[in-house]
């Protein structure tokens, strides 16, 4: 599975913004993967912030995003997106989307990943 992440971009604190995440390759099985949104800061780990199983019906949120941003996902499209609300500047960073065999939190269970795409939350 190959994911192209797009969107970000320059965004002021309490803005919206929306990333998507296109999978390409073994598309057909695109349905079997959890996929997930993580972010990082230079010289830190990367952080989970949301994923959601691969029939769309659960999701899982960090606490640092909940009832802020929404992840969603469309298997007809091979898509996933991650609308985010209610911007603070210390969303800012880059973010990845990725996709697992396992229903998971932990960037080490996720194989593939997108190539990052850069969100600043300007105050």
């Known amino acids: 599975v190959q994911l192209q992440a797009s969107g970000g971009g320059l965004v002021q604190a309490g803005g919206s913004t929306r990333l998507s995440c296109a999978a390409s390759g073994h598309s057909y099985s695109f349905r079997r993967y959890t996929v997930a949104w993580f972010r990082q800061l230079p010289g830190e780990e990367r952080e989970f912030i949301a994923a959601?199983?691969?029939?769309?019906?659960?999701?899982h949120y960090s606490d640092s995003v909940k009832g802020r941003f929404t992840i969603s996902r469309d298997n007809a499209k091979n898509t996933m997106h991650l609308q985010m609300n209610g911007l603070k500047p210390e969303d800012t960073a880059v973010y990845y989307c990725a996709a697992s065999s396992k229903w998971s939190t932990k960037s080490s269970d996720y194989n593939y990943w997108g190539q990052g795409t850069l969100v600043t939350v300007s105050s």
């Open positions: 959601i199983r691969g029939s769309g019906g659960s999701t």
